[in-house]
């Protein structure tokens, strides 16, 4: 993913990929805009006013209220218009960007369901979740807070500067020069705040790390008594956040600051040069002080800026991460509706000339060749390492092979509809994972449409009905988080459940290495046995038992088939599966 | 299906949140707010009094403007020629306003920021120390996950109020030198300021009111959310072989359309306040310049007080949001300080003896007469009048089913937990009385969740002990663990990153039992610590184990015939009782249930064959 490549969109980019991908954020914009800043000219109007009223109303000749009213009843009706305006801009904005966002988030989670990388590398979960969550968040937080004090600073400024040039264009040109070194040291704190920032991110990550140590570690900690390493550690990290912190604040105050400070000397530019050029006629005294006005008007978008720039950042950051991950592209592609049509009845599944290797690595599969034909019960073994896990993940298409070609009823794979494929084929991994949810609710994923009736059906098809009595809650019982208010042999059982209601030809199983307790355990082998008839299997096999009932043995040795046959036959011919064999049976019966 | 709905019953809950309620938690807030400014007092004044300078600084610059409105600019006009005594000064008191406003600014967010970040830094040194003291039952009553949010995000909710608290402090100063800066100008159009002011404040305090519980339940909707997204990326197997993606994309949808939903009502009110709290100041002023020309004519007041009064409501109006920043924060600070309390406040410890264990060379150990049960359900003991020996130097197994209470017996011995009855020695010395240095250099547990820490390979073999190599590459061959690590890019210095995900489950388990062998245990206890690894690399590891010269007493907790055959005695125990012990041979030879459940897989199969 992203993470690896070189050369990172610029901040236009990514804005522009991003409202491409969804450009319902950018709806009616410029409506929206007009309205903003319309919505910012408050400040400006006030200004006016004044000059209006010190220049007219308060004359050596006596205060002229009549007209100073006409003026604060036109400059109120025209706050209650901006007002409006505010508002209006705002819930569009508001809207809008939400309407944008939560598109977005389904998009991209619909996308990361699609790429491998969820089965294979478990790790990134994790990350992936950031993707539609906090990652969104953050652009959310962009375009409705900074996003409009953004549009906010910048309308209020271009307003303050056109009723400026109105008003006088050298007192302009005294403001915006006052202006200039700040502007210019923008861009520069900016990237030191975003690099204080980022290492101020950096640090809440290793802080997080090593504050979970006390808590998750709690048995090893006591075990071995390092109570003390581990304080230390963790001091030292939440030190390093502390420190980090406070040297971004230290930018964020001086870059605040300094903005407080430059508003302070263009008022004093703008009293001595005023008075000056009051003096020599070009300036009336009410537009001297509407200056100060509107001097003030630059002051808070030059402390924001800063901010804004930084938040800008990150979000651009956040926005680039989930569009990374929109373009990534989708490794194993369903063809729907273009797939071949598989023929009806038991298929055979042929590997021809497979090979399989993660780029930039070796081989992890060279040139399998075999056929399963239907109705076998195939076991495959081998050690770790060997390839058995990658043969039974290219089967059940989680991948597909870097050469040669998988065939389902002799049909490439790649060419099978995703939906015709999960019919026929249906892969049963070790962990029977649940959702948290009704035991109901977790079969149906098995079968969508399937009554109350059939789901009790399939549970006592599979001889667990004594089982299924025993759960107080039947069908609605809850099951918890992942399934945890159930032991590791229930999910098991539900699992295979699922399983039966999905009514697969062929299914393939990642058998359970972890021990569960014994009576579950043979309901497990008794159920699975019962979903295994009639149908074809495949059992990435870790237990003895399996390989010696299989119809069919293939053991995998170092990325290779090495070895194809029934288990008499293989332990006969005293090879790679004699000799794990002869390992299992030492473990078996010393006992 | 329908699908779940975890949201279904949370806004119901939050609306009783509202009301009395609120302010209940208004008032302890402030309780709060006292405690964090007693504890970094000196910094916290300095940064008011930064915060004050800068307020009343403010307040200051619209009296420059009146002044130089009434001392520079009207004179100068009216003459058409500079004063320039006068223009100078003027230049001079802006200057002078904006130097102080500076200082006061910087103040203000340096000091505001040490204290914030002073604060919750001490609070999550304090509640780690807490984590680290209270003994492993209390642990074992609270999940990681609510752990772990009390000092994080628990420690910076307590305090968060003190991020805006000294602008608001600054923004009093500003009020009160407002206030009577206008009262020196005019009374009625000080009246007209404390009407606005007062306007303002309401705006903001009905502001939070409104926007408080919706904003409580987006964060939860945000909550759910990132649930049903972790749940279903936990299950994408299932999902991909299920052909379930467009299902849980509806169920991904919806909980994203409810946060929407959410998120824009919260817009809608922000779009209503933002712009009145915008216009009240304006109108002010408008109000000011219209009521100012009234007493203008009638020679009350004067242009130029008229015209600072109007200056001070541009900059007092955005200051008094601080307020309605420090009402915000004040619910959270006293939730987040209740779950910070409440762990800074727990008692439990687990002391230690000063006692040691004589000699060198495995150890025995011996359980007598102990009852223990879980202090959540004190009623069923899950250990009841047990006894066990462990004869130095031998290797024992525990075997039992699920729940039988093996992982108690191990953390019983390890003292982890103490018994509520009954005793437990080691090398004949209870183990109460041993100092935590002696127990700790005795005994080696592996437990049965593996934890790497995010550190070198080096320190998570060694942990706290310095090592030369060579001895942390012979516990490291013990456990085969060698070849892996040389081909690591760094060797022993290889980072193992968050948790040691960079490497595979055995291997991880392997690191975590070469950081018991390291030690040179007296006795080892493996809690099944080896069941990621593949029998075979097992069988080869505890043999190699049961080989070394001096070989501890072993206590191994097993389920695999390869592990259990490996020892001298078996222990099986059954609901926290010892039932039979004796070789695998001879339990075997005696005993149905432990056949029954040593060969549990086998006899699985055959039932089944025989159907």
């Known amino acids: ?591 | 299906m329908s699908t779940p709905s975890p949201t279904a019953q949370t806004p119901k809950k939050l609306d009783s949140l509202a009301g009395n309620a609120t302010d209940r938690l208004t008032r302890r807030g402030f309780a709060v707010m006292g405690t964090g400014i007693v504890r970094q007092k000196f910094v916290f004044t300095f940064a008011a009094l930064a915060s004050l300078l800068f307020g009343v600084m403010t307040v200051g610059d619209a009296w420059v403007l009146g002044w130089a409105t009434e001392h520079v600019i009207g004179p100068s006009f009216a003459d058409g020629q500079i004063h320039s005594a006068a223009l100078w000064t003027g230049v001079g008191l802006f200057l002078a306003a904006a130097m102080l406003r500076t200082i006061g600014v910087i103040g203000r967010r340096l000091l505001g920021g040490v204290v914030y970040f002073r604060l919750i830094r001490d609070d999550r040194m304090k509640v780690t120390r807490r984590y680290l003291q209270l003994p492993l039952r209390w642990h074992h009553r609270h999940p990681a996950g609510q752990l772990l949010s009390n000092a994080n995000a628990d420690v910076e909710a307590t305090w968060g109020v003190f991020m805006p608290l000294p602008m608001a402090l600054g923004t009093i100063a500003m009020l009160v030198a407002a206030v009577v800066t206008m009262a020196f100008a005019d009374g009625v159009l000080t009246i007209v300021g404390l009407v606005v002011i007062g306007l303002l404040f309401v705006a903001n305090a009905v502001y939070q009111r409104w926007q408080g519980p919706k904003i409580a339940l987006a964060q939860s909707l945000r909550g759910d959310l990132s649930t049903v997204a972790h749940e279903s990326f936990d299950g994408a197997l299932v999902i991909k072989s299920l052909g379930r993606e467009a299902d849980e994309t509806s169920r991904f949808r919806l909980a994203s359309e409810r946060l929407r939903d959410a998120n824009v009502s919260i817009g809608r009110i922000r779009a209503v306040f933002d712009p009145v709290i915008e216009a009240l100041p304006n109108l002010a002023i408008l109000a000011v310049i219209g009521i100012g020309a009234v007493r203008v004519e009638s020679g009350t007041t004067s242009a130029s007080d008229v015209v600072q009064i109007a200056f001070l409501f541009t900059v007092v109006g955005m200051q008094i949001r601080s307020f309605g920043w420090v009402l915000g924060e004040l619910p959270r600070a006293v939730i987040g300080a209740d779950r910070v309390g409440q762990v800074l406040a727990e008692q439990d410890e687990m002391t230690y003896g000063l006692r040691d264990i004589a000699g060198t060379g495995p150890v025995a150990a011996s359980v007598k007469n102990v009852t223990y049960s879980h202090p959540d359900v004190p009623e069923t003991a899950v250990i009841s009048d047990l006894n066990l020996d462990l004869a130095a130097g031998s290797v024992v197994a525990l075997v039992g089913a699920t729940g039988s209470g093996k992982s108690t017996i191990v953390s019983l011995v390890s003292r982890l937990i103490d018994p509520d009855a009954g005793s437990v020695t080691l090398g004949g010395v209870p183990v109460g009385e041993l100092s935590q240095s002696s127990l700790t250099r005795t005994l080696a547990l592996v437990p049965q969740t593996t934890f790497l820490f995010d550190d070198t390979v080096r320190a998570n073999v060694a942990l706290d002990l310095s090592l030369p190599d060579e001895q942390i590459w012979a516990a490291l061959r013990v456990v085969q663990a060698d070849r892996f690590v040389e081909a690591l890019p760094a060797g022993l210095e290889t980072e193992l990153g968050e948790r040691g995900t960079s490497l595979s489950g055995g291997q991880r388990q392997r690191i975590a039992l070469a950081r018991a062998i390291v030690r040179n245990p007296r006795i080892l206890i493996l809690d099944d610590a080896t069941s990621a690894l593949d029998p075979q690399v097992e069988q080869r590891v505890l043999t190699a184990l049961a080989q070394t010269a001096a070989a501890p007493t072993m206590l191994v907790v097993a389920y695999r015939k390869s592990t259990i055959a490996l020892a001298d005695e078996v222990l099986l125990v059954e609901a926290g009782q010892l039932v039979e012990r004796g070789s695998d041979a001879e339990l075997r030879a005696r005993s149905v249930k432990y056949r029954n459940l040593v060969d549990a897989y086998d006899q699985a199969r055959q039932e089944v064959d025989h159907e």
């Open chain 1, 1 to 591: 993913m992203s993470d690896l490549s070189t050369s990172r969109p610029s901040a236009t980019q990514v804005l522009t990929r991003g409202i491409r991908q969804n450009p319902e954020i950018v709806d009616g914009i410029w409506f929206t805009m007009a309205l903003a800043v319309i919505g910012t000219a408050g400040g400006s109007v006030i200004p006016l006013v004044i000059r209006a009223a010190l220049d007219h109303g308060f004359g050596p000749a006596g205060v002229d209220t009549a007209l100073i009213g006409k003026y604060v009843a036109i400059a109120t009706g025209a706050m209650v218009l901006i007002a409006i305006a505010g508002y209006w801009s705002k819930v569009r904005i508001f809207t809008a960007s939400e309407r944008g966002l939560a598109n977005l988030r389904v998009a991209a989670f619909r996308h990361v369901h699609d790429l491998s990388m969820l089965t294979q590398n478990t790790q990134r979960r994790g990350a992936l979740v950031s993707r539609v969550t906090s990652d969104v968040d953050q652009i959310s937080q962009f375009l409705q807070f900074t996003g409009i004090m953004m549009i906010v600073s910048v309308g209020q400024m271009l307003v303050a500067v056109v009723v400026m040039l109105f008003l006088s264009w050298q007192l302009t040109l005294v403001v915006l020069v006052s202006f200039v070194p700040l502007t210019l040291s923008l861009r520069w704190l900016a990237s030191a705040m975003s690099r204080a920032y980022d290492r101020v991110r950096a640090s809440v990550g290793e802080m997080l790390a090593v504050i979970a140590e006390p808590v998750v570690a709690a048995p090893v900690v006591r075990a071995y008594g390092i109570e003390e390493r581990t304080q230390e550690r963790v001091d030292a990290a939440v030190w390093a956040n502390y420190r980090a912190n406070i040297k971004a604040q230290t930018i964020t105050a001086g870059a605040f600051s300094a903005a407080v400070l430059v508003g302070g000397i263009a008022n004093a530019a703008v009293l001595g040069i005023g008075v000056w050029l009051g003096v020599v006629g070009e300036l009336t005294a009410g537009t001297l002080v509407a200056f100060f006005f509107l001097t003030g008007l630059f002051t808070g978008p030059a402390q924001m800026a800063t901010q804004v720039i930084s938040d800008a950042q990150n979000a651009v950051s956040s926005w680039r991460r989930v569009l990374d991950l929109l373009d990534t592209p989708a490794d194993v592609v369903d063809p729907a509706g273009s797939g071949t049509p598989l023929s009806s009845g038991d298929l055979a599944v042929q590997f021809d000339e497979v090979s399989f290797g993660y780029p930039a690595g070796p081989l992890v599969l060279d040139s399998i060749n075999v056929t399963i034909e239907p109705q076998q019960r195939v076991a495959v073994v081998g050690e770790t390492g060997s390839g058995k896990t990658t043969f039974a993940k290219l089967l059940t298409r989680l991948m597909d092979p870097t050469s040669g070609r998988v065939l389902l009823g002799g049909v490439d794979l790649r060419e099978v509809s995703f939906d015709q494929l999960r019919a026929h084929l249906l892969m049963v991994p070790q962990e029977g994972f649940l959702f948290d949810a009704s035991l109901a609710e977790n079969l149906r994923y098995g079968s969508k449409e399937a009554s109350d009736a059939e789901l009790v059906e399939a549970i006592s098809g599979l001889g667990l009905g004594d089982w299924f009595a025993s759960l107080p809650g039947g069908l609605d019982t809850q099951v918890g988080q992942r399934g945890e208010s159930l032991s590791a042999g229930e999910r098991q059982l539900v699992a295979l459940v699922r399983s039966a209601l999905a009514d697969p030809k062929i299914l393939v199983l990642d058998e359970a290495t972890s021990a569960v307790d014994p009576q579950t355990e043979l309901r497990a082998t008794r159920a699975l046995d019962r979903l295994l008839s009639g149908r074809t299997s495949v059992t990435i096999a870790h237990r003895l038992t399996t390989a010696e009932n299989a119809d069919r043995v293939l053991v995998f040795d170092q990325g290779s088939l090495v070895e194809d046959g029934r288990h008499e036959d293989l332990v006969a011919a005293g090879g790679v599966y004699a000799r794990l064999h002869s390992a299992w049976v030492a473990q078996a019966s010393l006992g």
